[in-house]
Every structure is written in C-alpha cells, then in structure tokens.
C-alpha cells in the first residue's frame, strides 16, 4: 500500500508548511501528494507551487471539482502541469454537490449525475490522447457547441500542445453505489471519502470487481496521539461539517454515505443540529466509534495494528491529511 499525502485546501490563508511537509513526504519515500478545493482556493495553482519545490513525488487533485472548469479546461490544467512537472500529473475529479455547483459556481447541478460526470470524462480523455478533433454530442456536454443561443460557427479542436502522456491517470470521487460503478468502469482510479475498511460494501457490489492496476486512494485523517478521544476530536469536527453542512438537508451525500454505513439516526441528528446553527453540538453528535473506523488514530502501535485492516482490502493508496512531520514520518515507517 503506497502513501500519500493529502493537504486539502486552504482555510483563512495559506498555510507555510505545505511545501515542506511535501518536501517531506518525497524524502520519506510517499508516491504522491494531493491537493483540494472548495470554494476558495483553487486545487491546481497550489500543487504548481509544490512541483516547482520538488522533483519525485506524484501530483494529484483530490479533487478538482468538475462545476469550476468546462471539461477542456481541466484537460489543459492537466497536460500543462504534466509538462511542467516531468510527468508527475494524476488528475482528480469530484462533481460535488447541489449546493455548491449552484451555490457558489451559478450553475445547474446535473439531474443526471452520472451522465454528466461520463461526459466530462469522456472530453478529458480525448484532449489527453490528442487522437483527432475534440467531438461529442452530449447532453451536457457538447464539441462543439450547438445550442440554439450560439452562433453555430464551432470548430472542432484537438490541442495545439501536444500531451506528454496520452494515459495521464483519472481519477474520480465517488459516493454512491452507481456513480462508484462507474468509477470503475470509466476511471483509472477511485478517491473514496470516509473509507471504512470494514464495511466495504456501504459503497455498493462493485467495490468487490476492482481490476488489477486500478487506483483506490482514500483520504484519511491520520493522528499520532497518546489520548485517542483527543485525537478524534479534530476528525469528528470534519465530519460534523461535511456531514452536516456540505449539503442540503434534502440532499447531501456525506450524509447519504453515512447512513449506509450503519449510522442514520446519528447521521440525520448531526444534518439537523448543524442546520439549526448548532454546530458544536453536531461535531459532539459525531460517534467517537465512526470517527474512528475512518480514521487512523492514537499512538504509533495502535495505528500499525489498524493498518492491517487497510493494506488486507483493496486499497493502493493511503491519502494522509497528517497535522505535523512527525505523524508524517510515524505513518512512513510502520508502512514500510
């Protein structure tokens, strides 16, 4: 199971210590280190500041959301970064969700889901491969554009920059059972949010069909601590407001994917409090049990024992969001 490191996105600011916790994790032997964005800082420019500062380690988006750039955009992100970086790129997709692709992009969250993420895929990989001009008669989607409110006078295009590598990895963020079976088939990996490694199937059948050479990253809170409930208290409070907030109340798949994994009652309790206002009581609602399953916390011997849960299921990759270089390093060394 190889390591990575996850660094999210920004808070208030930047934080100082991306580009040496990065410098970090390359010198310890972690494959890859990953950005994020919500809605403020964006995913790619940081992991340009993190290329520039080091040569060996992969670079991710985990994940670039698909509502912030047409689908040949995020392309040109990609192979540009690819180039710049020597071929280190792997690029990261998430949909979001409702209220934050028509919240704060202005856009219509797509009825069809699934489709629209195919779409997106699909331009994506046709700009990578450079094979001819980009076309698709997509719903939501189009090369070009044929909408009644355009001119009519597109041009089909392939890029003038030729991509270094056609096979540039995609990866999808995924959720519920039908988007996660199309991860599967349309992807080359899969970013699993609150991976439990012991309830595999709260992301449906398909999770059992992995094929060889396919990429399953979750992300994961990870914390070297004496006092374990200490621990937990910074991944509760995530979930409190990933699960509570980053959604509607009658539409959020944190919460969706909580309830799956054995959790509704506590899972709608924390979407009400935290509606309500009542945040820190929705952080209290989180079980120390869930926090802890999706999570690796407490001292170095607790978390070498919980590793073995994680390397025995069909994870590859382990995204770390660590809050210091030693927990950093702990992770590397019971890992090797």
């Not at 210590?17 to 809605?39: F, I």
């Not at 540009?80 to 969700?97: C, E, V």
């Not at 059948?205 to 979750?218: E, K, Q, S, W």
Request: glycine letters at 10%.
């Amino acid at each position: 199971m190889r390591l990575g490191l996850a660094l999210g996105y920004w808070g208030r600011g930047p934080r100082a210590d991306h580009v040496p916790l990065a410098q970090e994790a390359e010198r310890l032997g972690y494959d890859s280190v990953w950005t994020a964005e919500s809605w403020g800082s964006d995913a790619f420019t940081p992991l340009t500041w993190i290329a520039a500062h080091t040569s060996t380690i992969k670079l991710g988006t985990a994940v670039a959301q698909m509502a912030a750039r047409a689908p040949t955009t995020t392309a040109m992100h990609a192979l540009t970064l690819d180039h710049l970086s020597g071929g280190r790129m792997m690029l990261g997709l998430g949909l979001s969700g409702p209220q934050v692709v028509e919240g704060w992009y202005g856009r219509p969250f797509p009825r069809s889901p699934l489709t629209a993420t195919r779409e997106y895929v699909d331009v994506v990989r046709q700009v990578l491969r450079r094979a001819a001009p980009v076309a698709l008669d997509g719903r939501f989607h189009s090369h070009p554009y044929r909408g009644e409110d355009g001119t009519g006078l597109g041009k089909p295009l392939k890029p003038i920059t030729h991509p270094l590598r056609p096979g540039l990895p995609v990866l999808l963020g995924a959720e519920g059972p039908k988007n996660v079976a199309q991860t599967l088939r349309i992807a080359d990996g899969w970013l699993p949010l609150y991976w439990s490694p012991t309830r595999p199937e709260a992301y449906g059948p398909a999770v059992g069909d992995v094929r060889p050479g396919f990429l399953v990253a979750p992300l994961v809170q990870v914390r070297v601590c004496d006092d374990v409930a200490e621990g937990l208290a910074p991944v509760k409070a995530m979930l409190g407001f990933y699960i509570g907030g980053m959604g509607h109340a009658a539409r959020n798949f944190h919460a969706d994917l909580m309830a799956r994994m054995g959790y509704e009652e506590q899972a709608r309790r924390i979407q009400r409090l935290f509606l309500d206002g009542r945040r820190e009581e929705a952080v209290r609602a989180v079980p120390d049990a869930f926090a802890d399953e999706v999570s690796l916390v407490g001292p170095p011997e607790r978390i070498a024992e919980r590793l073995q849960s994680w390397r025995a299921g069909p994870v590859t990759d382990l995204l770390a969001l660590v809050p210091d270089r030693r927990t950093l390093r702990v992770l590397a060394e019971l890992n090797s």
